[in-house]
């Protein structure tokens, strides 16, 4: 399964944290690199598919889905209980 890009912040706001501790100049480096990661998360979610389909058509679209996926099921059964795929038995 493909994987998108990693958006951990935990990591980013350790570094944050830990350097306001020791008053380093570096935290504005570490808040700079922690925004950029926010944004493309940001524009990483605003092109994923479906984000602009509301919950009532992603319920509509889900319940079609589960009932081809019974209908198919169904299906497959009634074919698997025909005597056309029964396998002989070898002696």
Sequence with gaps: MKRGPDYSLLTLVHNIIKRMDK???DVHQELTKLKTKIQEA???ISTMPGID???AAQQQQLSTLREQVRTKNQLLKKYKSLCMFDVPKAS
Aim: hydrophobic letters at 10%; glycine letters at 0%; proline letters at 11%.
């Design 23 to 25: 008053d380093s100049a």
């Design 42 to 44: 940001r524009d990483h």
């Design 53 to 55: 389909t509301s919950p």
